[in-house]
């Protein structure tokens, strides 16, 4: 029998299923995380919580095990800057960044990746939560042009924007295609450009 070389990678690779976090907050993160991504609890107590918006079992946990402590520089610390949420239709985003805003929710970080328009918020705890659209609205087109557009490798973090711009440009009638055009040609840059994209400090 000849021997297989092609072992470097599974032949049929695992699906990211769910990110958890520690946390002192159990109450506030599961409020929070149903408020922003609607995540509902299938399970929750003081110590552990498991938290799904889709068919999985869960997609989010908090477990809270005695001795846990604050983070001392969570902004400047390595490790996990945020886990991302996406919508199907810019609509949907749109909407959703109108909901938050209403309900006193506002991202600290407005970016358009030319792959994805993302907005960022804060959890409870400090951690990165991103929620966006794909920029093309198919993951094979947005693939390709990351993969190979020259207008990416030379700014891959994207340009900022203010949403409430975007709010206004789709009231006026604007399609996504064109204000993702006008937003990447920096036509709708807030009034203070953030120095860096680090996680604020909240402790």
């Known amino acids: ?16 299923h769910h990110t958890t976090f520690t ?5 506030q993160m ?12 299938v399970f929750q107590s003081d110590e552990a919580s498991w938290l799904t918006n889709d068919e999985a079992n869960h997609r989010i946990a908090f477990l809270s ?9 969570k902004g400047h610390e390595t ?15 749109m909407n959703n960044y109108i909901r938050l805003r209403n309900h006193g929710i506002l991202p600290f970080l407005q970016l358009d ?7 960022y918020y804060q959890d409870p705890d400090g951690n990165g939560v991103e929620i966006q659209v794909d920029g093309f609205g198919d993951w094979a087109d947005s693939s390709e042009w990351i993969a190979n557009a020259k207008e990416f490798a030379e700014n891959p973090i ?5 949403p409430e711009k975007l709010v206004a440009a789709r009231e006026a009638g604007l399609s996504f295609q064109e204000i993702h055009e006008r937003t990447r040609a920096g036509e709708y840059l807030p009034e203070v450009i953030p120095a860096d994209i680090f996680l604020p400090e909240v402790w």
Do not use: Q
């Open 23 to 27: 946390t002192l907050r159990m109450n």
């Open 1 to 16: 029998m000849p021997e297989n070389k092609a072992t470097n990678r599974p032949a049929n690779p695992p699906k990211l």
């Open 79 to 93: 490790g996990i800057h945020h886990t991302a949420f996406e919508f199907s239709t810019f609509d949907m985003w």
């Open 113 to 119: 990746h030319g792959i994805t328009m993302s907005v």
């Open 158 to 162: 994207g340009t900022w924007f203010d």
């Open 30 to 41: 599961v409020e929070w995380y149903g408020l922003v991504c609607g995540l509902k609890p």
């Open 65 to 73: 095990p005695p001795g846990l402590k604050h983070p001392t520089d």
